[in-house]
């Protein structure tokens, strides 16, 4: 049974950080892309980064302050987060694809996690 959970998520000052993780099990995490994805309140589940054997995703307003990467013996991917700012709050996901490019869309995802709260506050 394919299965990601989340864990990382908290409450942290604007300018600080915070790790996420997402730990896969029930299949292999190389032969998936791995999106992670911010849902604000109100609004719409959108792309923030992507990891894929091929490639790798970063959204323009995430670049540079977040890192995406991933440890394949502990079949987990991470997201660094730096310099977070209040936009920054909301639940994050994230999904698998089977895919070997990453991809950027939420329908192209077909397993998901829990989700882990990331609030900023100013």
Not at 65 to 93: A, H, W
Request: aromatic share 12%.
């Amino acid at each position: 049974q394919l299965q990601l959970v989340e864990a990382g998520g908290g409450l942290v000052q604007s300018g600080g950080s915070l790790r996420l993780s997402c730990l896969a099990s029930g299949f292999p995490l190389n032969a998936y892309a791995i999106g992670w994805f911010r849902q604000a309140p109100g609004k719409e589940r959108e792309v923030i980064s992507c990891h894929s054997d091929a490639d790798t995703y970063y959204r323009m307003s995430e670049k540079g302050r977040f890192t995406i990467s991933r440890d394949n013996t502990k079949n987990t991917v991470y997201l660094q987060m730096n310099n977070l700012k209040p936009e920054d709050t909301g639940v994050y996901y994230c999904a698998a694809a089977e895919s070997r490019w990453c991809r950027i869309r939420v329908d192209e995802y077909g397993y998901w996690g829990q989700g882990t709260q990331v609030t900023v506050s100013s």
